[in-house]
């Protein structure tokens, strides 16, 4: 599903970058991880049958030192055991009815089963359905009703008792049952929307990932157990009904005239999570992939049009893959759907993915550039499920990252392939390897392979770890093997696991048989154990050669690792020189704890590179003369941008950590004045906003945000406000980046021009192009007042493109007046907002200043009941933790918040709130470390430029 692990790593503590200074250029990109979780959400069920919610965690107790936490308080896990195999199903012949008035659905189940042992019980999976009747047949035999349901709701499971045991053998199973449509964006559920002419209506669609089949019909829903299905619809006549699979046959309805039976082909062998329906009112646009497939994007009715750009993509992604893997989609139709009212960002189901507005449509007149890039990586990543995921599954949950790590990577690869001037790449390194990285460095981080039991748990891992991490490790993979022997070895993944399950080590064997590489070795080391390396390198000259001493000791976002049981990791290590900056000069695996490397023929002034491209997962710490040397290949764009970005990053970092001080990242951040790089701009910005929202608890955010205004003047200057002949989509992403950062810090120049410009805007004089709204709408919220709240309110109101109501959801938060502030939080509960994008609005406020943030704080405290109720405890509730509390600093702080989750429990974000506190103490250490030397360096810069 889509996607983003989180919102963790440019951390909200760089919300103020994320968020604000992206105004919504690069923000789309962080932004687009808030959907990490394919739309799950655990915890209490309301229903008939309610339930309490319960604790699932993690294992921290490497935090329990920073966070005095004990770790025996922390609450046991559940116990949980997967479901009985002694019946299994082949087919599920479904037929469901949902009734869009009064939110409810019948339904009827006839699954064929092999019964493999005896038994006069059958148990399955169950939740908020009931059921009515339950009989088996055996083939041949006579009809057998159940006598008994027993429900445990607490797993979510049903037993079904018969009279006598149920022989050995085939038989059909029949269920019929009702359910409710709920509008908790899980299971079956219900969506509002807008026709129109303005008239509220609702839409029927399913979310089942990762545990939710079971709220539409009783099944065996577990990954493994696979069988094919063949789907009816009941619905109304004027509406639209979608499955995985293409429609065979529409007939009327007899019991009433004005519904329908739709029939749909025969699936393939697949999970239950995948399973998918949709009934509502929807325009298409279709266009038929080079191999012969059938591509829909459905859109709300009277926006066809906005469906356009995502065909395309689709249309060429297709066969792309087809080709990649060497193996043929598999189904006759793939369809994608925008959907009002959906958790995730989008989900792979087989055949019918369904998104969210927001990253499926593209108005050509007033979406952004960063908007379809968006929406590009998201259709990749799901229609990369087609393959991997849907064709070859993992076995548990455990497996998960495999899932959505591949897809993570994979989907910008497909990008790159259908919009090469993008530089996707180096955007991947800004957005998911830095992400990952700033997650992992924290005590209460997890690895990438985390043993899930109990459905409840699963919530947890859709997170920057599974994904981002997942995506990164991938990537250093596919580097360290080459393309040609990966593709081969993912070909043997698939076509060996088809319409089957699989676990990592099936994928590192495959690669293993393609490459000859000691692949299981390797990756183990990444994905069992949490964490990364930190690599110190130190040279010395002896003639024409330079010796390298390499050392890897594990990188902790609280300093240097102290522990005695180090661990470590196998790193493919690349060097390069001055010399060639595209070519590896030496390859070498760094297998143990340090190691001493000669690279021939380099020259006393010549410079020496680790790590190339940015790829190996770990972090650089050069001694000071190799720094030196390379800080001067930055001023003069020797290093290409890629490097240039992971230089910066890594040393902002260890200043973040206390190894190296941050006035010395500052003052490398000045070696960046002429960079014309889009990414790496977009890389200091975040950093930039981390330090911006730590000094906000200061008295001298002004002398920092003066600090931000000379670094980006220049090429502000340069880009002006208006695109210029010839440019293409990243000089669009810049400007939107660099015209948000100005404004933000207080740019005089760029705050006249940017209200000049909204005011003809407003009055209709002169439309702003969609790439300067979010810097433009930024900048005027931050210096506005109650008139300017007022204005942009009403443009959020006449807007009917979601996109754009998201926008200006997102940059509210900017405004800096306290009464204000209240009045955009109670905005953000109001019916005005989508309760998917509530989140985006108390983030906002949260990451708009130090006032914001409290203010945010004590609205979800004073709150709490109905937000939690709202996202059933799960994964959004996460997100709205992270978001409102990663900006705080110091003991207290971490308290305040530990203390409340302790009275408020919220099972799903444990672990997030564990990372909060922790980044909440880091901040803390950070601020007492390093307030002064930056303040000192600040006023001095100050001093210096007033004197000249």
């Avoid at 999970?271 to 709300?300: H, M, N, Q």
């Avoid at 907002?833 to 989140?839: G, H, K, L, N």
């Avoid at 305040?896 to 506190?917: L, N, Y």
Wanted: glycine letters at 8%.
């Amino acid at each position: 599903g889509r996607s983003g692990g989180g919102w963790g790593g440019r951390e909200a503590a760089s919300l103020s970058a994320s968020l604000m200074l992206l105004g919504g250029s690069a923000a789309v990109l962080v932004y687009r991880r808030l959907f990490t979780a394919s739309g799950c959400w655990r915890g209490r069920v309301l229903g008939p049958r309610a339930r309490s919610a319960t604790p699932a965690h993690g294992n921290w107790a490497s935090g329990k030192r920073l966070l005095g936490i004990s770790t025996d308080k922390m609450p046991a896990k559940r116990p949980f055991e997967r479901l009985p195999t002694d019946v299994s199903p082949e087919n599920y012949a479904l037929c469901l009815k949902p009734d869009l008035v009064d939110f409810t659905f019948e339904g009827k189940l006839e699954a064929s089963v092999e019964v493999r042992h005896a038994t006069n019980q059958i148990v399955m999976n169950c939740a908020d359905i009931d059921i009515i009747t339950a009989s088996y047949v055996p083939e041949g035999g006579q009809e057998i009703n159940a006598t008994g349901f027993n429900y445990q709701n607490e797993d979510e499971k049903v037993t079904l008792s018969f009279p006598s045991a149920l022989q050995k053998g085939n038989g059909t199973l029949k269920i019929d049952f009702v359910g409710e449509l709920n509008d908790k964006m899980k299971g079956f559920y219900r969506s509002k929307y807008t026709t129109l002419s303005g008239e509220t209506h609702f839409a029927a669609v399913s979310q089942f990932e990762p545990t939710d089949a079971r709220r539409a019909f009783p099944c065996w829903d577990e990954p493994s157990i696979k069988a094919t299905f063949d789907i009816t619809l009941i619905v109304p006549k004027d509406k639209i009904a979608l499955s995985n699979m293409n429609v065979t046959e529409r007939n009327p309805y007899p019991d009433d005239d004005d519904l329908v039976e739709v029939k749909f082909a025969k699936s393939p062998i697949m999970s239950t999570y995948l399973v998918a329906f949709v009934v509502g009112e929807y325009d298409f646009v279709e266009a038929k992939s080079s191999d012969g497939i059938l591509v829909r994007v459905y859109t709300p009715i009277g926006k066809a049009e906005q469906g356009k750009f995502a065909l395309e993509v689709a249309a060429k992604t297709l066969p792309f893959y087809g080709e990649y893997f060497n193996v043929p989609y598999p189904l006759p139709k793939i369809d994608l759907i925008a959907i009002a009212d959906f958790a995730a960002g989008a989900m792979e189901n087989w055949g019918l993915v369904t998104y969210r507005e927001t990253a499926l449509l593209i108005d050509p007149k007033n979406s952004c550039s960063s908007s379809k890039q968006w929406v590009a990586l998201v259709v990749g990543h799901e229609l990369a499920h087609q393959w991997f995921g849907n064709l070859v599954t993992m076995e548990w949950w455990t497996h998960l990252w495999l899932n959505e790590g591949f897809a993570s990577w994979i989907e910008y690869l497909c990008v790159d392939h259908c919009f090469p001037e993008y530089d996707i790449w180096t955007q991947f390194v800004s957005v998911d390897y830095t992400r990952a990285l700033e997650l992992d460095a924290l005590d209460s981080s997890h690895p990438i392979e985390v043993a899930v039991g109990h459905p409840a748990e699963v919530d947890e891992i859709f997170d920057a770890i599974s994904y981002s991490k997942g995506a990164s490790v991938i990537r250093m993979l596919h580097n360290y093997i080459g393309d040609v022997d990966f593709r081969k070895g993912m070909h043997v993944y698939l076509t060996t696991f088809q319409n089957r399950n699989a676990a990592t080590e099936d994928l590192w064997s495959s690669l293993e048989q393609a490459s000859g590489k000691p692949i299981n070795a390797i990756m183990s080391s990444w994905t069992k154990q949490m964490g990364f390396p930190l690599i110190y390198v130190e040279e010395k000259q002896e003639g024409d050669d330079r010796i390298l001493k390499i050392s890897q000791k594990k990188f902790c976002a609280s300093g240097p690792y102290g522990g005695s049981d180090c661990p470590h990791w196998m790193v493919p290590i690349s060097i390069c020189t001055s010399e060639d900056v595209s070519c590896d000069n030496v390859k070498v695996l760094l297998d143990q704890p340090e190691m001493t490397i000669t690279v021939k023929n380099v020259k006393p002034h010549q410079w020496i590179k680790l790590n190339p491209g940015t790829v190996g997962f770990c972090r650089i710490q050069y001694d000071p003369t190799m720094l030196e040397r390379l800080i001067s290949s930055v001023q003069n764009l020797a290093l290409p941008p890629v490097d240039r970005l992971g230089l910066q990053n890594d040393l902002f970092s260890l200043a973040r950590a206390g190894i190296v001080s941050t006035v010395e990242a500052l003052k490398v951040m000045e070696a960046f004045v002429n960079e014309p790089n889009y990414t790496v701009w977009s890389d200091i910005s975040t950093n930039l906003g981390t330090l911006s929202t730590l000094l906000s608890h200061t008295d001298f955010l002004e002398e920092m945000q003066e600090f931000i205004v000379d670094l980006f003047s220049h090429i502000g200057l340069k880009l002006g406000w208006d695109p210029k002949h010839g440019e293409g989509h990243l000089d669009a992403l810049l400007r939107a980046l660099v015209l948000g950062m100005l404004g933000k810090a207080g740019h005089q120049p760029t705050i006249e021009e940017a209200r000049r410009r909204f005011k003809d805007h407003v009055e209709g004089r002169l439309v702003l192009s969609a790439d300067l709204r979010s810097p433009v709408y930024l900048t005027v919220l931050k210096h506005g007042d109650a008139t300017t709240l007022e204005t942009m309110l009403k443009l959020h109101n006449q807007t009917d493109l979601q996109e754009e109501k998201v926008r200006i959801e997102r940059l509210l938060g900017a405004i800096l007046n306290p009464d204000l502030i209240q009045k955009v939080l109670t905005f953000a509960m109001s019916e005005e907002v989508r309760p998917q994008d509530t989140v985006f609005v108390l983030g906002g406020v949260s990451g708009g200043s130090l006032m914001g943030r409290k203010a945010a704080w004590k609205f979800l405290k004073d709150n709490w009941e109905e937000l939690y109720n709202r996202y059933q405890g799960g994964f959004l509730i996460s997100r709205l933790i992270k978001l409102t509390v990663d900006g705080f600093t110091g003991d207290k702080m971490a308290a305040d918040v530990k203390s409340f989750f302790e009275t408020h429990p919220a099972p799903a974000a444990e672990r997030t709130i564990q990372q909060s506190c922790e980044n909440i103490l880091l901040n803390g250490a950070w601020l007492k470390r390093d307030a002064e030397a930056i303040q000192q360096y600040l006023l001095q810069r100050k001093a210096a430029h007033l004197t000249v």
